[in-house]
């Protein structure tokens, strides 16, 4: 994040930013039945080299959540995705030089929508699996552990899950979703039986193209539902 370069850079903005407060955001996706996260590598500073969350610092004239949507674009090109604030992480020693506390946000993105792009003050931009993550700058690692439980807590509540599918899926795509954010493993007849009996999947008259072995049905999500549980939150649990 923007917090690592000298002092010279991180103020020559002082004007507009806020100095003393930055945004860090766990930014998760799912591919080939792995949860990842997304993380950038520092190209200057303290950190140069190093690998953390994306993030930066917030402007005066505009809220946490705008500051959020403007740095992830920013620095992964990724753009109108859903985005959900954690908390403030604010302990005294977590960045070496002065006191900064930043406000941890998560993201849900389709992998599949996105060309990731290294950008402002990162040199490189990867995915990684969330049990091969390294060790991050600051207490990146930390924001990350309270973003997955977060996380794990969420989609017990609320559909969310499905910002993490492509459009069209099938109902084993979605149930290795949900076992790599819960870390459990399910009961293949069960799991379809619940989520089918949630009225919350349109059957599609389309199966999987392109595989070598027997082309599944595809699902998508009915909007209509998946708004009202969003709103009402329900159930979730397998």
């Not at 008259?205 to 709103?231: C, G, M, W």
């Amino acid at each position: 994040m923007v917090e690592n370069v000298d002092d010279k850079t991180a103020y020559k903005n002082e004007n507009s930013a806020m100095n003393a407060i930055t945004i860090d955001c766990v930014i998760f996706g799912f591919d080939k039945g792995s949860l990842e996260v997304l993380l950038v590598q520092h190209a200057e500073g303290i950190s140069k080299g190093k690998w953390g969350l994306p993030g930066g610092w917030i402007y005066k004239k505009e809220s946490t959540d705008n500051a959020a949507h403007r740095l992830l674009n920013e620095l992964t090109g990724l753009d109108n995705i859903y985005l959900e604030q954690l908390k403030a992480f604010g302990d005294p020693d977590r960045f070496p030089l002065r006191r900064v506390i930043t406000i941890g946000y998560y993201a849900l993105v389709k992998r599949e929508d996105y060309n990731i792009k290294a950008g402002f003050t990162a040199s490189d931009a990867q995915w990684y699996k969330i049990n091969e993550i390294p060790d991050l700058i600051y207490d990146h690692n930390e924001i990350l552990d309270y973003s997955l439980k977060h996380l794990r807590n969420r989609v017990r509540q609320a559909p969310i899950g499905f910002n993490l599918l492509p459009e069209k899926f099938t109902l084993l795509q979605l149930m290795q979703l949900y076992e790599e954010i819960l870390g459990i493993e399910m009961d293949k007849p069960n799991f379809r039986r619940k989520i089918l009996h949630m009225k919350l999947l349109v059957a599609l008259d389309e199966k999987q193209q392109d595989v070598s072995h027997r082309a599944a049905q595809l699902y998508k999500f009915d909007p209509e539902i998946y708004n009202q549980l969003t709103e009402k939150g329900f159930n979730f649990v397998f």
